[in-house]
DNA sequence: ACCCAGAATG
DNA sequence: TTCACACCCTCCA
DNA sequence: GAGGGTGTGTCTCATTCTGGGTCT
């Protein structure tokens, strides 16, 4: 059981003005002198076209052997083409959407821009049609590209005036199909002479993009932020041995994913057969790379199946998905269906070969309040939950609300202690120390870690393996923990030299050097090995949940101490990081702040 | 005449 | 493909 | 109190442009 205690939050402490210790949190910008100033940086007028030829080139470099004939060609006759059509082509194919209208467009850059047209046309890059009226013929998503007024101006019926855009068009394209004289009123010539565009190998870009980057959430603004000093990558080694994608067959596995997600769309808005029916062509046998995202992925169907009343038929799909809270579900699922052997069986597993340290949280609260039944393994994980310290602050509710919870908190311990220092530093902190001091760790060029310019992570960071396939690096970052001198020095070199490259565990922002001097002199090496241990133990999960607020008062130490306003209480990670932090007999508590009557 | 969201831009 | 919190609901001891 | 659902603020790169939708 957790100590409590309770403490007022008395009058003096509103009045008091020692609030300058007290931090708020991420001061932003503020502090990252060394950030580049964009305005000062200019791109080549045809920018975009040198980032498009990269990619091209980049993939055939890499993945040629996996490339079909069609895709190669892509590229070659892409490369054939005049300067201006190249740039067109990029430009139109950035854009969203595949049907455009010539008279919009305004390039300065391309010297002619019907004439890159007619080329691209010629060259199958693109159709060309020289009507509005043409193009909504050929494909009634074209009716799209011209205003309201115009969609109206194919309508003389009454009533026109109110309608929204998407009745106006529903009307056209209804009314327009029926060659029936009955509607006569729609004529498609009244909208405004243009030619219309539209715009071919969007399906071979996406393949490109996708062996590019590995994913399809970048893209190529990523070279722009890039080169215009906004985000700046670790300069790893890339060679052919560093790429992600090894087969065909690998390849298409990632294609089947995406199509699958996109196919699903919201996955709210579909019935349980579908979600099914989708499940059952999610691949199982694959990489590690995409297995986490159709675990993962699997885990998000079920779920919506769950929530659709029919929990019984998610557990098939929970069982493809091997990691948390896969497992948390089923066993929930069964006993709440009174299938408790099988849950029984289950939480057996769990308890054997926890996941993770969330699973086992959640595990040690479950069994013991749910499956009294099962007195053996309730007995065995005795080790109970034993609850956090815990303290509760009372204050007034407008003062909570005027500052927020946390730095609220912050300010009545320092108006309470003058002489310490609270600082409102969440994830910042401990994560933070760790990216610094384990950077040769997380960059190290391991074949397949990095495969194009623009990642804040090696590929595999949260794999199983992750740091069995460094030992060599890893050694090394835990040799830099040896004595307070050497972790120090690794610190502040890497602080110094890394400053504003993205890391996964760093927010520059907020990772000021006051913060850094302080937390280096009060926390011990000892407990700083403690922590990334069990950051290590699971990068994934571990990477947040840790406390708010970190107090080094001034007698010295520190303690770490997790704020929960009125309503809240600890989340999954957060009680994962308690539960190691007892385990290291490391200085925490949660505050509870209740509202003052 | 305004407001606002999304797209485009570098 | 961020993370944490506020606020709502139901269920249940 | 536990759990779930949903929304929100914060992250977001900052700025301009376009168009739809309001209101007056
Ligand atoms: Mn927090
Ligand atoms: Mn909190």
């Known amino acids: 059981m957790g100590s409590q205690s309770e403490s007022n939050f008395g009058n003096d402490a509103l009045s008091g003005s020692s609030a300058s210790k007290a931090a708020s949190k991420v001061d932003s910008k503020a502090e990252s002198s060394t950030t580049f100033d964009p305005s000062g940086v200019e791109l080549p007028p045809k920018y975009?076209?040198?980032?498009?030829?990269?990619?091209?080139?980049?993939?055939?470099?890499?993945?040629?052997?996996?490339?079909?004939?069609?895709?190669?060609?892509?590229?070659?006759?892409?490369?054939?083409?005049?300067?201006?059509?190249q740039c067109l082509y990029v430009r139109l194919l950035s854009r969203r959407g595949d049907w455009f209208r010539t008279d919009k467009l305004n390039y300065s850059e391309i010297s002619d821009i019907n004439a890159?047209?007619?080329?691209?046309?010629?060259?199958?890059?693109?159709?060309?049609?020289?009507?509005?009226?043409?193009?909504?013929?050929?494909?009634?998503?074209?009716?799209?590209?011209f205003t309201r007024p115009e969609v109206a101006s194919c309508l003389s019926g009454k009533g026109v005036r109110s309608l929204s855009k998407a009745a106006l068009m529903e009307r056209v394209l209804e009314y327009g199909k029926e060659d029936s004289?009955?509607?006569?009123?729609?004529?498609?010539?009244?909208?405004?002479?243009?030619?219309?565009?539209?715009?071919f190998g969007e399906l071979e870009m996406e393949t490109y993009r996708l062996l590019f980057f590995g994913n399809l959430y970048q893209d190529f603004t990523e070279?722009?932020?890039?080169?215009?000093?906004?985000?700046r990558y670790e300069d790893y080694q890339?060679?052919?041995?560093?790429?992600?994608?090894?087969?065909?067959?690998?390849?298409?596995?990632?294609?089947?994913?995406?199509?699958?997600?996109?196919?699903?769309?919201?996955?709210?808005?579909?019935?349980?057969?579908?979600?099914?029916?989708?499940?059952?062509?999610?691949?199982?046998?694959?990489?590690?790379?995409?297995?986490?995202?159709?675990?993962?992925?699997?885990?998000?169907?079920?779920?919506?199946?769950?929530?659709?009343?029919?929990?019984?038929?998610?557990?098939?799909?929970?069982?493809?998905?091997h990691r948390h809270p896969a497992r948390e579900r089923r066993l929930r699922i069964l006993v709440s269906l009174n299938r408790l052997q099988e849950a029984d069986q289950l939480a057996a597993t769990m308890a054997e070969r926890p996941y993770s340290e969330e699973e086992h949280q959640f595990l040690l609260n479950f069994v013991p309040r749910k499956m009294k039944h099962n007195a053996g393994l309730c007995e065995s994980l005795i080790e109970k939950t034993l609850a956090p310290a815990q303290d509760i602050l009372t204050m007034p509710a407008a003062y909570r609300l005027e500052h927020g919870v946390e730095p609220a908190v912050a300010l009545s311990l320092t108006d309470a202690h003058p002489e310490d220092h609270v600082l409102y530093c969440e994830n910042l902190l401990v994560p933070g120390v760790f990216g610094l001091v384990f950077w040769p760790l997380l960059f190290d060029e391991v074949p397949g870690a990095f495969f194009h310019p623009f990642q804040i992570r090696p590929a595999d960071l949260y794999d199983e393996e992750f740091t069995a396939v460094r030992q060599t690096s890893l050694e090394a970052c835990w040799a830099?923990?040896?004595?307070?001198?050497?972790?120090?020095?690794?610190?502040?070199?890497?602080?110094?030299?890394?400053?504003?490259?993205?890391?996964?565990?760093?927010?520059?922002?907020?990772?000021?050097?006051?913060?850094?001097?302080?937390?280096?002199?009060?926390?011990?090496?000892?407990?700083?090995?403690?922590?990334?241990?069990?950051?290590?133990?699971?990068?994934?999960?571990?990477?947040?949940?840790?406390?708010?607020?970190?107090?080094?008062?001034?007698?010295?130490?520190?303690?770490?101490?997790?704020?929960?306003?009125?309503?809240?209480?600890?989340?999954?990670?957060?009680?994962?990081?308690?539960?190691?932090?007892?385990?290291?007999?490391?200085?925490?508590?949660?505050?509870?702040?209740?509202?003052?009557?």
């Open 48 to 85: 975009y076209l040198d980032n498009f030829r990269f990619v091209l080139d980049h993939v055939r470099a890499l993945y040629e052997d996996i490339l079909t004939a069609q895709e190669s060609a892509f590229a070659d006759d892409f490369n054939a083409l005049s300067e201006d059509a």
């Open 116 to 145: 890159a047209a007619d080329e691209l046309a010629a060259e199958e890059f693109l159709e060309i049609f020289d009507s509005g009226a043409e193009a909504v013929q050929q494909d009634a998503a074209a009716l799209g590209l």
């Open 181 to 199: 004289s009955e509607y006569e009123d729609v004529d498609l010539k009244k909208l405004p002479p243009t030619r219309v565009l539209c715009v």
């Open 223 to 231: 070279f722009v932020l890039r080169d215009l000093g906004l985000y």
């Open 238 to 321: 890339i060679d052919t041995d560093s790429r992600w994608c090894h087969s065909r067959e690998q390849l298409e596995q990632q294609v089947l994913y995406y199509e699958l997600r996109n196919e699903a769309g919201d996955l709210r808005d579909l019935v349980t057969e579908a979600l099914l029916q989708i499940a059952e062509r999610v691949p199982d046998e694959t990489d590690a790379l995409l297995r986490r995202r159709t675990q993962r992925f699997l885990a998000d169907i079920a779920r919506q199946i769950e929530r659709s009343g029919e929990a019984e038929r998610s557990l098939s799909v929970y069982e493809r998905s």
């Open 480 to 597: 830099a923990l040896d004595s307070q001198s050497s972790f120090e020095k690794a610190v502040w070199n890497i602080y110094d030299s890394k400053f504003g490259i993205a890391n996964p565990f760093i927010h520059w922002g907020g990772l000021t050097k006051e913060i850094l001097e302080l937390a280096l002199s009060r926390v011990s090496t000892e407990v700083w090995r403690g922590l990334f241990r069990f950051l290590l133990k699971d990068l994934r999960n571990h990477k947040a949940g840790l406390p708010d607020l970190i107090r080094f008062p001034a007698e010295g130490g520190f303690e770490l101490l997790e704020v929960k306003g009125p309503g809240d209480t600890l989340q999954k990670n957060q009680k994962a990081w308690f539960a190691e932090f007892h385990r290291l007999a490391i200085p925490a508590r949660v505050i509870r702040v209740k509202d003052e009557p």
